[in-house]
C-alpha cells in the first residue's frame, strides 16, 4: 500500500478536507475541513485531486514526510520556506517527490499562519461522519481523530481519476499582517443590542488579534462594545447574553466584551450576540490570522458578497474544466431586516433576518423565554425537513430562533426566506401541539472535583476578580437570593429539564430549562469565557442549563457531572449503527445525586457501550405548562420578583 511516513509531524499537522462535515450543525458537529478553504482548494487542485480529496493543515511548524512511491505534491497558504531534499519549493508550484525523498514543509513563520500540503490521490483515511477532516476536540476524523506525531504512516489514495497538475503559484491569496476582512452587518445590532455609536466603532476600530486563536474561534482585542443595554434578562447578566441561538461560521460573536469569530471547529449554537458575519469569500482569511494581526471589519453589500464568491468558483471551476454555477445576487444595500411579520392568530411575530451571505435568521416572540414559542420554532423547523428547497445544508434550532444555512450557488437567500414565510403561515397552534419526548434520568456528582478545578484554572489564568470566582455555586446561591449552598443542588434535583437545544458547547449537548418557573435558578454566563471545561460537567447560564459534551472553552457557572451525551462507538461510518447523540429534542431531564466514584463507574460504563441511559416514553405540551402555570402562578410571581432583585443587586455589586 502507498503511503505517507511522518519523520516529524511539525505543530498541529491534521488531515483535513475541503467541505468537512455537513447536516449536522443541529446537533453540535462542526464542518471542520480546511481553515484556509481557498488555499487547500487551489493546491489540492494543484495536483490535480478532486474536491473532496484530503490534505494537510500544519501551523507555525510545517511537517517533514517522505513517501513510499512517486508523488506529485504543492504547498501552499504559509508554507513559503518549504524544501525537497534541501531544494526549495515555491507555493502552489507541483513537483514530483520521489519515493524517499524528503519534504521538509519547514517553519510558518508568517505572514499568515497555516500551511496545507497536497499529495496527488490525496490521503486514504475513512470518513467519520460523512469526512474525513480532524475534528481534534471531539476526538474523531482525520487519523485516530488527532494531530499526526512522529513516526505516523498515512494511506495515500488511488491513482487514475486525477486532473492535469497545475502550477497555481500566481493565483494563492496574498498573505498580510494587516488585513481587511468583509462582512456583513446582522443580524443583532442597533439600536436592539449595540447603540448606533457602537456599531460604528465596530466597524472603525482596528483591532489585534488575540493569541488564542485556534480552529474553534479567533479573539479579537479592542475597545469594549457599545452596549444598549444593562443586561440579557433571563439569558444572563452581561448585555452580550441572549437566549441561546445558532451561530455561522465566520459569526463573530461577542462574548462578554470580547469579538469571537467562529471558526470550522467552532460551537453552534450559544447565548451571545452576533453583530456581523465574514463573508463567504473571505473566510479564508480566518485560516491566516496570526496572533497580533491587525483586523479591520469592512461592511459589504450581500450583491458585492455575492460577486466574489461568483468569481471565487470561476477561478477553481477553471482549473478542472468545470462549468461554473450561477449564483444568484441579492439586489444592492439590502437592509439589515429582511422581512417583519406581525403576530396572526396563533402565530407569534417573527423576523426573517440575513446572518451573513449563507445564512438566514428567524427570531419569533419578544427576548424571553416562552416554550409556545420554542414549540412554534420546532414546528417551523419540522415543516422545513418535510419541504426542504435543493440548496438547504443546515437547519439549526434555537429557543426562540431558526438558522438556516444554504449553499448559495443554489437557493438564494430571499427565495428561502419567502418559502419559509409560507411555511410559517400553515403551522398548527403551539397550543394544540403534543410532542413526543422521553424521559431521561442522569445520575450527577454535584460539586464535582473536575468541577472545581475547571473554576481553579480560571481564576489562576484568566479572571481571578471575577464575581463567581472562587466558587460558581455561591455565586448562584447569592444571584438567587438562597440561604445555603446546597439550595442551589435541591432546586436542580427537584427539577425536570426540558432540551430546548442540541450541541450547545458542542457534540449532541443539551440547553435545558426547567419546566416549572420556580425551578428556574438565574445567574450569568463568564466573561471572559473559561478556556477549559471537563467533559459532561453542567453548568447553569442565565436561566438555562448544559451538559458539556466533551472537554473545550464554556461559560456556564458549573454546579457538577453527570454522564456522556455523545458516543461514537467506532471511527468509520460503516462500523457506525447508531447514531452518537444520545438526548433529543424535547427530552425531560431529571437528576439524582451520586458520588464522584458511582459516577465514574457508570461513565465507563456508557463510554464503553455496556449501558445507556435510563429513560421511559413521555411527552411535552403548552397544555400541561399553563395548568402548572395558573396553578402555582402567586409562588412563581413572588419567586421571580425576589431573583429579580437579587439578580439587580449583584449587578449593582459589579459597577460599584
Not at 460551537?267 to 465574514?278: D, E, I, M, N
Not at 425531560?588 to 464522584?596: C, G, L, Q, T
Not at 429513560?615 to 403548552?622: D, L
Amino acid at each position: 500500500m502507498s503511503g505517507l511516513s511522518v519523520i516529524s509531524a511539525g505543530i498541529q499537522t491534521t488531515i483535513q478536507d475541503l467541505e468537512g462535515r455537513t447536516g449536522l450543525w443541529d446537533v453540535g458537529v462542526p464542518p471542520s475541513g480546511a481553515f484556509d478553504e481557498f488555499s487547500f482548494a487551489l493546491v489540492n487542485a494543484a495536483v490535480g485531486n478532486s474536491w473532496s480529496a484530503a490534505g494537510l493543515e500544519c501551523v507555525v511548524r510545517g511537517p517533514v514526510l517522505t513517501v513510499s512511491t512517486d508523488r506529485q505534491v504543492c504547498v501552499g497558504g504559509a508554507a513559503t520556506q518549504a524544501t525537497i531534499d534541501g531544494r526549495p519549493l515555491p507555493p502552489g508550484t507541483v513537483v514530483w517527490l520521489r519515493a524517499g525523498s524528503v519534504l521538509d514543509v519547514g517553519p510558518l513563520d508568517g505572514p499568515g499562519f497555516r500551511g496545507y500540503v497536497a499529495v496527488q490521490g490525496g490521503l486514504d483515511v475513512p470518513r467519520v461522519l460523512g469526512s474525513r477532516a480532524t475534528f481534534i476536540l471531539g476526538g474523531f476524523g482525520g487519523l485516530e481523530g488527532r494531530p499526526l506525531v512522529d513516526g505516523d504512516a498515512v494511506p495515500l489514495g488511488r491513482l487514475g481519476n486525477q486532473s492535469a497538475p497545475a502550477d497555481v503559484s500566481a493565483l494563492l491569496p496574498d498573505l498580510a499582517s494587516d488585513w481587511a476582512l468583509r462582512v456583513i452587518p446582522g443580524p443583532h445590532g442597533a439600536p436592539t443590542h449595540l447603540t448606533f455609536e457602537g456599531v460604528e466603532a465596530l466597524f472603525g476600530e482596528t483591532w489585534t488579534v488575540d493569541h488564542r486563536v485556534d480552529r474553534t474561534g479567533v479573539r479579537l482585542v479592542g475597545p469594549t462594545p457599545g452596549w444598549a443595554r444593562e443586561d440579557g434578562g433571563e439569558a444572563g447578566l452581561h448585555p452580550s447574553n441572549l437566549h441561546d441561538s445558532a451561530y455561522p461560521v465566520g459569526g463573530i460573536m461577542l462574548s462578554g466584551d470580547t469579538p469571537v469569530i467562529v471558526g470550522k471547529d467552532g460551537p453552534s449554537l450559544g447565548g451571545f450576540v452576533v453583530p456581523a458575519v465574514v463573508i463567504g469569500a473571505d473566510r479564508w482569511i480566518l485560516g491566516q490570522l496570526r496572533p497580533g494581526d491587525s483586523v479591520r471589519l469592512v461592511p459589504t453589500t450581500p450583491e458585492d458578497a455575492a460577486e466574489a464568491m461568483q468569481h471565487r468558483r470561476a477561478l477553481l471551476a477553471s482549473l478542472h474544466s468545470q462549468p461554473v454555477q450561477e449564483t444568484k445576487a441579492a439586489p444592492a444595500a439590502r437592509p439589515l431586516e429582511l422581512q417583519s411579520y406581525d403576530a396572526d392568530g396563533t402565530a407569534p411575530s417573527y423576523t426573517i433576518r440575513r446572518s451573513g451571505d449563507r445564512h438566514l435568521l428567524v427570531e419569533a416572540g419578544p427576548a424571553e423565554l416562552d416554550l409556545r414559542i420554542r414549540v412554534w420554532i420546532h414546528l417551523l423547523a419540522q415543516a422545513l425537513r418535510s419541504d426542504r428547497p435543493d440548496g438547504v445544508t443546515e437547519i439549526v434550532e434555537g429557543v426562540r430562533s431558526l438558522l438556516v444555512q444554504v449553499d448559495d450557488a443554489r437557493l438564494g437567500l430571499d427565495t428561502l426566506a419567502k418559502h419559509l414565510a409560507v411555511l410559517a403561515g400553515g403551522l398548527a397552534d403551539p397550543a394544540t401541539v403534543t410532542i413526543p419526548a422521553r424521559e431521561v434520568s442522569l445520575p450527577m456528582a454535584f460539586d464535582h472535583p473536575e468541577a472545581h478545578e475547571a473554576m481553579r484554572r480560571y481564576a489562576a489564568t484568566v479572571r481571578p476578580d471575577a464575581p463567581w470566582c472562587p466558587d460558581n455555586v455561591e455565586f448562584i446561591r447569592r444571584v438567587n437570593d438562597l440561604t445555603d449552598r446546597a439550595d442551589v443542588f435541591d432546586v436542580v434535583a427537584a427539577a425536570t429539564y426540558l432540551v430546548v437545544g442540541l450541541g450547545d458547547v458542542y457534540l449532541g449537548a443539551p440547553v435545558a430549562v426547567p419546566i416549572d418557573p420556580r425551578h428556574r435558578l438565574v445567574t450569568t454566563k463568564y466573561n471572559p469565557a473559561r478556556t477549559w471545561t471537563p467533559q459532561n460537567a453542567v453548568g447553569i447560564g442565565g436561566i438555562y442549563l448544559c451538559i458539556y459534551g466533551m472537554e473545550g472553552p464554556g461559560g456556564y457557572q458549573l454546579v457538577g457531572r453527570t454522564l456522556p451525551v455523545w458516543r461514537l462507538p467506532g471511527l468509520a461510518e460503516e462500523q457506525r449503527d447508531e447514531q452518537p447523540w444520545l438526548l433529543r429534542q424535547f427530552d425531560r431531564i431529571r437528576f439524582h445525586p451520586v458520588s464522584a466514584d458511582e459516577l465514574a463507574h457508570q461513565r465507563a460504563d456508557i463510554k464503553a457501550g455496556r449501558a445507556d441511559l435510563v429513560t421511559r416514553p413521555a411527552t411535552f405540551s403548552m397544555a400541561e405548562v399553563n395548568q402548572l402555570e395558573a396553578e402555582a402562578a402567586g409562588e412563581i410571581a413572588t419567586l421571580r420578583a425576589q431573583r429579580r432583585a437579587a439578580f439587580d443587586a449583584e449587578r449593582q455589586r459589579w459597577v460599584s
